[in-house]
């Protein structure tokens, strides 16, 4: 198991930037793979962009390509969200995940509290 907690969240305008930052515990952070996962209001928790154990390897959901990037320092046990040109429709509680093993989009068996990005048009 791996005990994550996220920061970087909040209300930022349109056309802008945040960047999230993801904290994990434990000594076995690169067996996981690591992902970014966002639920707004309403709507069912989706996947948004995930990072392979090594960071070589990167997937993203289609609405965010070319304008979000993850990456990871595990020297810091730390993965990132770097969100650019925000839309209002990226307004969601945004959770990290971990899951051990090879990238994917399902099996996240491990995750943060969430934090809220809310995006003013």
């Known amino acids: 198991q791996v005990q994550l907690v996220e920061s970087g969240g909040g209300l930022v305008q349109a056309g802008g930037s945040l960047r999230l930052s993801c904290a994990a515990s434990g000594r076995t952070f690169i067996s996981y793979t690591m992902a970014w996962f966002r639920q707004a209001p309403g709507k069912e928790r989706e996947f948004v962009a995930g990072?392979?154990?090594?960071?070589?390897?990167?997937d993203y959901v289609d609405s965010v390509k070319g304008r979000f990037t993850i990456s990871r320092d595990n020297a810091k046990n730390t993965v990132y969200l770097q969100m650019n040109s925000l839309k209002s429709e990226d307004t969601a509680v945004y959770y990290c995940a971990a899951r051990f093993g090879s990238i994917g989009r399902l099996g996240y068996d491990n995750w943060g509290q969430g934090t809220q990005v809310t995006v003013s048009s």
């Open positions: 990072v392979s154990r090594g960071g070589g390897s990167t």
